[in-house]
């Protein structure tokens, strides 16, 4: 009971810090969801898992007698007309523009490439040992190349209903690795404008793809882990409270339940998340994140209904 009441004398502590994390992830998920920025969306293109016709050269053997090789030609030109009626007759599903997110309120390995921009938002039904809702809107660029370095940049507006006023700087370093890898290095509140509920986060984080089944068009089929440390927002509730401790584990489990949703719990290093990544139309490069946060742990005081929503414009 003390530390409840000392939760609600200091107000929401990880409140605007947790919606704040919330629409930042909701970016990521926007730009490491591009096919050609992320390791995550390796998968995303769908027509990836297809067979794809052998390579017929044309090129006439000069050994052969002038009417071998127009022999031999004739039948690669079959060969070649034979494949392409076949390739009509088949059913070529649409590539996906975006893939599903893989959680809402921790930070995963990926990220996204230069040109990529995103834009999102973030909502919590109310805060943290409070009553009230709470929103916030950001946007992430994307430089460099994650099969190398690659870099998102994030802007957030922590509160808007004093748009403009009160924001963050957020960084996040990230490489794609062999074996399904991915690994990652970030800031959060590198630099604030006005002021936040939380504290300069630093945390490091590794994630992985399992594939479950050949096709990534199956449900089940693949499987996200990511695991990290940090500190600021990453300890947890009595430490943040008492202001002791220096770092904490975090970490999520992901699973595609169809090639526009993901599944996924977290472990935010205060309270286990559970929600859902929907991409609704295959056309439309939006992500929608609902999430139940503060479900279980010592974190919070009950559980809260979030939604993140991002939006990829380039």
């Known amino acids: 009971m003390k530390l409840r009441d000392e939760m609600r004398k200091v107000g929401p502590l990880a409140v605007s810090r947790h919606q704040a994390a919330s629409v930042v992830c909701a970016l990521a998920i926007v730009v490491s969801g591009m096919p050609t920025a992320s390791a995550q969306s390796a998968d995303s293109a769908q027509s990836a898992d297809l067979p ?7 090129v006439a053997d000069d050994t052969q007698t002038p009417q071998q090789q127009a022999e031999d030609l004739m039948k690669r030109l079959s060969h070649v007309t034979e494949r392409l009626g076949q390739m009509e007759k088949t059913n070529l599903e649409p590539i996906w523009l975006l893939v599903p997110g893989l959680n809402s309120n921790i930070p995963s390995a990926y990220g996204g490439g230069k040109g990529a921009f995103g834009v999102g938002f973030g909502y919590q039904e109310r805060t943290r040992f409070g009553q009230s809702d709470d929103g916030t809107a950001g946007m992430i660029i994307g ?14 507006a ?8 009160r924001a963050s700087l957020g960084l996040k370093l990230h490489r794609r690795l062999k074996n399904d890898y991915a690994v990652a290095v970030g800031f959060e509140n590198l630099l604030v404008r006005g002021f936040t509920d939380g504290q300069r986060s630093v945390y490091a984080v590794v994630s992985k793809k399992v594939r479950l089944a050949e096709s990534s068009r199956k449900p089940f089929s693949r499987l996200y882990l990511s695991g ?3 500190n600021g927002r990453f300890r947890s509730e009595s430490n943040v409270l008492s202001d002791t401790g220096s770092v904490n584990v975090f970490g999520s489990a992901s699973i595609n339940l169809s090639r526009s949703a993901i599944l996924f719990t977290e472990w935010t290093g205060q309270a286990l998340n559970v929600g859902v990544s929907l991409v609704p139309w295959k056309n439309l490069p939006l992500v929608i994140t609902p999430a139940l946060a503060d479900v279980a742990g010592p974190g919070g005081d009950g559980t809260r209904f979030t939604l993140g929503v991002g939006y990829l414009l380039k």
């Open 52 to 58: 794809l016709p052998p390579i017929v050269t044309l």
């Open 158 to 165: 922590l509160d808007l209903s004093q748009f403009g006023d």
């Open 143 to 156: 430089f460099g190349d994650p099969e190398k370095i690659g870099a998102d940049v994030q802007l957030t």
């Open 228 to 230: 990290g440390i940090g």
